[in-house]
């Protein structure tokens, strides 16, 4: 199983980038599943999104992640909450490899949304709006609760997951999440 995962934060220690590593960790200890490639795309050098440079020749970037997302058979995003939302990095992402419209990369591809935040609600209205937005681009979300991670200065540290609570339950979404995808792979075939 092919698995890329975007953080939908710039910032190096970012409690996002840090939760997709400590999930990286259950994809790979997952008892029955297939063997795990798991890729992390940067999201940082991809230019604003300009109709103008979207021709057959793209930005590098946007290249790499395309390329990175054509070849997956899942996908995880760890977003923050900017101001109620998504973080713009990450929409300007989703812009560029959403097209063309309903046949992109972004297109039938299950996906894994979860965030973690400093605040109460650990960046759950950010999931809502990013649900939305993948709706558009016929993306597949797990059917499952907010995985958000509130309060999350409390549950890392040095860029590891050391909140025990957090770390069992995000261990049984991926597990769940891995059953999903396999699902849905063999629905498929």
């Not at 999931?127 to 200065?153: D, I, M, N, R, Y």
């Not at 957090?166 to 075939?189: C, G, P, S, Y």
Request: hydrophobic share 45%.
């Amino acid at each position: 199983m092919k698995v890329v995962a975007v953080s939908g934060s710039l910032r190096q220690d970012s409690f996002n980038s840090a939760l997709l590593s400590a999930a990286r960790e259950y994809f790979f200890a997952a008892g029955e599943s297939p063997e795990v490639e798991w890729i992390e795309a940067d999201i940082a050098a991809i230019p604003l999104y300009n109709q103008d440079l979207d021709g057959d020749t793209k930005p590098d970037a946007v290249a790499l992640l395309l390329d990175q997302i054509a070849g997956a058979d899942a996908l995880v995003i760890a977003t923050p909450e900017y101001n109620y939302g998504i973080p713009g990095p990450l929409k300007n992402a989703i812009d560029w490899v959403s097209r063309p419209a309903y046949r992109s990369v972004l297109a039938h591809i299950p996906t894994l949304i979860m965030s973690a935040s400093m605040s109460p609600i650990g960046g759950v209205r950010a999931q809502g709006q990013l649900k939305q937005v993948l709706a558009g681009t016929l993306t597949p979300v797990f059917p499952c609760p907010e995985f958000a991670v509130a309060s999350a200065h409390e549950c890392f540290s040095d860029g590891q997951l050391t909140d025990a609570a957090t770390a069992q339950k995000l261990e049984r979404l991926v597990v769940d999440f891995m059953a999903w995808v396999n699902a849905e792979i063999d629905f498929e075939h």
